[in-house]
């Protein structure tokens, strides 16, 4: 980097490519800040001026139609990043990725497929990341992911299927309510807590497995799912929170283990 441009770093100063993307050089990469009205975007570069692009913020609202392939430079996608967009249908995100910022990709209004890569765990990820996204019926999950975010895909009314990578042990508040549609949810061996309202509201969802190591359910976990019949208590189970099956009007209750402390209102 030449001296010119080490002294326009120092002043936080902005650049443009010729499509309209907006961004600041930061170090020896790009980080990408946003665009103009008039932006012309029809990919996501992985360099700018021979620098490697290794963040994405501020594309709130882009005009980006079909598959966005996020390029194998980029590392780290932060807060609100790609939200509130109206043409995106696919995301793809490369190995390179290690942090994603919460509601990154929240309210695309046509999104219907995100590819999470492996080596993500969501360690850095505090709520959300694809929040009411009424379209999204295709998720990704990696086997790295070790814990579901708060909110991470709550209020996507056509989701029907989640699998819950088998190194997960902590499913966050409201990470799946309000997902109207969803079916089937595959919980690994690994999981020990299900938060606060994590399934609140998923009025398509019938049955549950819950794996052998479970310890927690938490309050209102479950209240909502009114077709929700069949839940299984393994051993392990030592505490059901008050409302965690409040709604639930056609679940016939199994037998609750000796050792677990059940909420007088778990079941409403």
Do not use: W
Not at 236 to 257: E, G, M, S, Y
């Amino acid at each position: 980097m030449g001296f010119k441009d080490k002294l326009r770093n120092s002043f936080d100063i902005h650049y443009s490519t010729p499509e309209g993307l907006k961004y600041q050089i930061i170090g020896e990469e790009i980080k990408i800040t946003g665009f103009h009205k008039k932006a012309n975007i029809t990919e996501i570069p992985a360099y700018i001026n021979g620098l490697p692009v290794g963040i994405i913020s501020g594309l709130q609202s882009i005009p980006f139609t079909g598959e966005m392939i996020i390029p194998n430079t980029v590392h780290t996608i932060c807060d609100c990043a790609l939200d509130i967009t109206k043409g995106v249908t696919k995301i793809i995100l490369p190995g390179s990725v290690r942090t994603i910022g919460s509601h990154a990709f929240d309210f695309n209004e046509a999104l219907e497929e995100i590819i999470f890569p492996e080596g993500m765990d969501f360690r850095e990820t505090n709520e959300g990341v694809a929040d009411g996204c009424p379209k999204l019926k295709k998720v990704s999950l990696p086997s790295s992911m070790l814990r579901v975010p708060t909110g991470f895909l709550s209020d996507c009314e056509q989701l029907e299927e989640i699998i819950i990578p088998d190194a997960v042990t902590e499913i966050g508040d409201i990470a799946f309510m309000y997902d109207i549609a969803l079916k089937r949810v595959h919980l690994p061996a690994s999981l020990k807590i299900i938060k606060e309202m994590a399934f609140c509201d998923c009025k398509a969802l019938e049955e549950i497995e819950l794996p052998g190591g479970i310890e927690v359910i938490e309050k209102g976990a479950f209240s909502g799912c009114e077709n929700l019949k069949k839940i299984n208590f393994p051993s392990t189970l030592r505490r059901i929170d008050k409302n965690a099956f409040d709604d639930c009007p056609l679940l016939v209750r199994p037998d609750i283990p000796a050792a677990c402390e059940v909420h007088e209102k778990a079941f409403g």
